[in-house]
């Protein structure tokens, strides 16, 4: 059976229809559902699955869709329309796990007879309606909707206002000086000298890796801090309270307790734990690589004190350059983004034994790039590629679901959201395109499930990082860079530089997983502390996780747009992160290894969240997973 893709219009007006009228059908059909499951007694158990399954299915459908376009198309107008249909979709989810006449028709029915897919389905909806507040008495289960419904309205205003809060400033022509060529020429200076500088990645990054001008680097990373400041500010402080409040009305010590209780984790009191754990693991490097980068500040400021985070990519660029002989500008010239973009494509359509055929179809803007992926005559789901920054479009680098793959009924798709430049990259930018093409992927060839709750990346969410993590490693490998790579002379990068690259990657790396640290210190903290002061406790997590010290009197929480999505588990990517080092332990035989990646993709990737993240792992490494890799990566070893 040929399954369609998703019909995109081609004008305003059609879209607008997408984003109100799809969501709406499906809407409707939910209700439909649910009216079968309450009313038709004699309904058996695999029965009520099937349609359960039908109602995740259009609830996926109309979230997914809706949320894509809030976050990426040109009008905003249709920006809002689409918005107010996630919040309508997000209120339904909410509701309907919080009707006992649902729940009765499962908590009830028999489980005789089925199979190990139904149970495991039975099992997670039974969970899901605990975790809904089914069980309350009338009045909180009428609290805890409200509050589940505050909650999506308050994480969207959240993640509005960081889209929508793009700053600019205005620098001397003389203070980019060591940018790029290519950047000052695209930067022309105003009739007064001065250049603009916004804080879309473009201009963030290189600024903040090659900006000699200490005052051009804090410039614009104290604009990026104040990113939607201070309209979010009590935003978030209501988004904590509510999310508390929520929390012990189901019954659980903290929004840290409700999240993990579905998480590879298992409580809210592993994650300071966890994060102990890597803050002794990284301490001997981070004590040993610290003073090198204040005694390089130094030699352009002789009377600085402390590396701020202003000063961090800066200084890295800078001591990799001199002491390990890797000039990051030399290296971007081998990354021109079209390149890229061909490269990712062909190394892990290899690696993954897939073919990517451009399509040539209606998007939501002219930039996005639309791809069947295929195997043999066999088409395997759709992606887009949605790469530049613009005004009013999610303003980071993620992916994004568009369809829930389900078997025989829907065909999976999937979109990238990210804001690279048109030009050069860094090879950083690299790294993060391996890395989200790696959900990408994850949700593709994971979306053949029977059930749509377990499709694509719909696994633990403390797992669902590990294998993008995993897919960066590919970017660090020569032969792979040297089969998409091309300097304006169309040579490769060398493999000395990547191996040079390689060595000077162990420098930074603890610091690096410290700054990972205050993330995930202030994510869980802010959820499960609720400080009056954000803005204090914010900085004072930041300076108490890194000798690398926050700039200060910034409001970073503001712009932290993983606090809606993550709330208090960002330690999840260091979580994944340790399982990623791991799984690369088995590519041995060589990252290309057709026999390891087809074991990779049919014991992980391919099973979506059809089994617990823990099986997977051991599935393909033959072992649970250990911290050992991880911890010698941490070393530099």
């Known amino acids: 059976m040929t399954l369609a893709p998703l019909p995109f219009p081609s004008d305003s007006a059609g879209w607008a229809a997408f984003a109100s009228e799809r969501p709406a059908d499906r809407i409707a059909r939910v209700h439909e559902i649910d009216a079968r499951l309450t009313s038709e007694a004699e309904l058996s158990t695999a029965a009520r699955l099937e349609l359960w399954n039908d109602a995740d299915i259009a609830l996926a459908e109309a979230l997914s869709e809706a949320y894509v376009v809030s976050e990426a198309h040109p009008d905003s107008e249709v ?54 507040g ?26 509005r206002n960081i889209r929508d809060g793009r700053r600019e400033i205005t620098v001397p022509a003389e203070g980019l000086a060591g940018m790029p060529q290519d950047f000052i020429d695209a930067h022309p200076a105003d009739a007064h000298g001065l250049v603009t500088l916004s804080t879309d990645y473009p201009d963030l990054m290189p600024t903040r ?97 402390v590396v701020s985070i202003a000063d961090f990519w800066y200084l890295l660029g ?25 490269g990712v494509l062909d190394v892990t359509g290899r690696l993954l034994d897939v073919e990517y055929v451009p399509v040539d179809v209606p998007a939501w803007h002219s930039d996005v790039q639309s791809f069947d992926v295929v195997r043999g005559a066999d088409r395997l789901g759709r992606i887009h590629l949605d790469l530049h920054p613009r005004e009013g479009k999610f303003s980071h680098a993620a992916c994004f679901p568009l369809a829930p793959g389900v078997a025989g009924r829907v065909l999976p798709e999937a979109a990238l959201l990210c804001n690279f430049s048109r030009g050069l990259l860094e090879h950083d930018e690299v790294v993060t395109f391996f890395h989200e093409f ?4 994850h949700d593709i060839l994971g979306g053949r499930q029977r059930f749509a709750r377990f499709s694509g990346v719909a696994t633990e969410w403390d797992f669902v990082e590990a294998p993008s993590q995993l897919l960066e490693e590919w970017a660090w490998d020569a032969d792979v860079l040297a089969s998409f790579s091309a300097n304006a002379d169309g040579e490769p990068i060398p493999a000395d530089l990547v191996a040079r690259m390689r060595t000077a990657d162990a420098f930074g790396r603890a610091l690096e997983v410290r700054r990972q640290l205050g993330h995930a210190s202030v994510s869980y903290h802010l959820h499960v502390d609720r400080p009056a002061d954000l803005q ?27 606090l809606t999505g993550y709330g208090a588990c960002y330690y999840t990517y260091q979580w994944s992160l340790v399982i990623a080092r791991d799984l690369l332990s088995g590519f041995e035989a060589g990252l290309m290894d057709p026999e390891t990646a087809r074991r990779y993709r049919t014991e992980v990737l391919e099973r979506g969240g059809s089994r617990d993240a823990r099986d997977l792992v051991e599935a393909f490494l033959g072992r649970p997973s250990s911290f050992d890799a991880y911890r010698e990566w941490l070393a530099g070893e």
């Open 209 to 305: 890796d090659y900006a000699h001008d200490r005052a051009t680097r804090v410039a614009l990373v104290s604009a990026y801090n104040d990113l939607a400041w201070p309209e979010n500010d009590a935003i978030l402080a209501e988004l904590l309270d509510v999310r508390a409040e929520r929390a012990r009305l189901l019954g659980y010590a903290d929004w840290a307790g409700y999240e993990t209780e579905t998480r590879m984790i298992g409580s809210g009191a592993e994650i300071p734990a966890f994060l102990s754990r890597l803050d002794d693991a990284s301490r001997p490097a981070t004590d040993a690589e610290y003073p090198i980068l204040l005694e390089r500040l130094r030699r352009d400021i002789p009377d600085a004190d």
């Open 318 to 342: 800078a001591i990799k350059r001199e002491q390990y002989d890797v000039d990051a500008q030399l290296v971007r010239s081998y990354f021109p983004f079209e390149r890229v973009v061909e």
């Open 79 to 132: 920006r809002e329309i689409a918005e107010s249909q996630v919040q309508a979709v997000e209120s339904l989810s909410a509701a309907r796990l919080l009707n006992r006449e649902l729940w009765s028709s499962f908590a009830d029915a028999s489980t005789d007879g089925l199979d190990e897919d139904q149970a495991r389905l039975l099992s997670h909806l039974l969970r899901d309606f605990r975790r809904g």
């Open 536 to 562: 204090a406790e914010t900085e004072r997590l930041y300076a108490a996780s890194s000798p690398v010290q926050p700039l200060g009197g910034l409001h970073s929480y503001a712009g932290f747009g993983h």
């Open 438 to 441: 790696g959900h990408l992927v």
């Open 134 to 159: 089914v069980e309350l008495d009338e009045a909180d289960r009428e609290r805890a909707r409200h509050l589940a419904d505050r909650d999506t309205a308050l994480s969207l205003a959240f993640s």
